[in-house]
Nanobody, 122 residues
Framework: VQLQACGGGSVQAGGSLRLSCAAS????????MGWLRQAPGKEREFAAG????????YYADSVKGRFTVSRDNAKNTVYLQMNSLKPEDTAVYYC????????????????WGQGTQVTVSS
């Protein structure tokens, strides 16, 4: 599956952004979808994930209560709504697809989008 993420940008602390990721090439609903991020000088980390049908979602503790992941299988698109952004949320955000039923491990994602930059200023 090919993935194309967009929606990043620069925002002040406390602001909001919505990321989108469009999929093509294979049956989107066959994949568990995740949003992962990589801050400068840090390893890539899991931020949020959503199961194939959208019935269950998972979040890293650092974003829980502020980020919401959703998907529209009819549009082959997954979203990440990010509210109450903090400077420590600054990172390149990637959407990724996994054949797993669910996971929080970056190594379980086999298909990755190109990444979109999110910058949060204080």
């Amino acid at each position: 599956v090919q993935l194309q993420a967009c929606g990043g940008g620069s925002v002040q602390a406390g602001g909001s952004l919505r990321l989108s990721c469009a999929a093509s090439g294979r049956t989107f609903s066959n994949y568990y979808m995740g949003w992962l991020r990589q801050a400068p000088g840090k390893e890539r980390e899991f931020a949020a994930g959503i199961t194939r049908g959208g019935g269950s979602t998972y979040y890293a503790d650092s974003v829980k209560g502020r980020f919401t992941v959703s998907r529209d299988n009819a549009k082959n698109t997954v979203y990440l709504q990010m509210n109450s952004l903090k400077p420590e949320d600054t990172a390149v955000y990637y959407c990724a697809a996994s054949r797993r039923v669910l996971t929080t491990f970056t190594t379980d994602f086999g298909s990755w989008g190109q990444g979109t930059q999110v910058t949060v200023s204080s």
